[in-house]
């Protein structure tokens, strides 16, 4: 399977099953996961980065765990809406999950997501700093995840 665009991914995936979406950063992936009505993205945990294998063992566990049966990864496309090195990061990690499990996977603008979650996480929940930093990139990949679903949905 092919990185789908997100209005293919729906058609792509196992009837009642659901997505994972994944906020990618240079030192930590945020995970959220989605019902299998494809209606809400929930944070769920927060992989610490070291050996890619790893990683995707775990994401794979997750999968098999949530039963989600694809993924939607926050693309972090540059303000102008160019793609600049952390773009190509996060689409060789795409690439290298397919290598090992044919899966659907479709990427979603993130560009907003960590700022969009930091001013809730301040304004809304009134978390200090350290614990804030404890939930960002998983509530971060649950706003990835749940403005695909939106989308997938108003298709």
């Known amino acids: 399977m092919a990185i789908l665009d997100i209005t293919d991914l ?8 659901g997505l994972l979406g994944l906020d990618h950063g240079e030192k930590t992936i945020g995970v959220a996961v989605s019902d299998i009505g494809l209606s809400i ?16 063992e775990r994401l794979f566990a997750l999968m098999a765990q949530r039963e989600a049966s694809g993924m939607v990864i926050g693309l972090p496309v540059n303000m102008d809406g160019t793609e ?3 773009c190509q990061s996060v689409r060789a990690f795409a690439r290298n999950l397919l290598r090992l499990r044919d899966i659907p996977i479709a990427f979603w603008d993130e560009r907003w997501s960590s700022s969009v979650m930091n001013r809730f996480l301040i304004e809304e929940v009134n978390l200090t700093r350290a614990k804030r ?5 998983r509530s971060a990949a649950a706003y990835i995840l749940q403005g ?5 949905r108003a298709e």
């Open 41 to 56: 993205a929930s944070p769920l945990e927060l992989i610490k980065k070291s050996k890619f294998t790893l990683e995707a």
């Open 10 to 17: 729906k058609s792509a995936l196992p009837p009642r099953t």
């Open 133 to 137: 930093a404890e939930v960002i990139d």
């Open 84 to 86: 600049g090195p952390r």
């Open 148 to 152: 695909a679903l939106d989308r997938m």
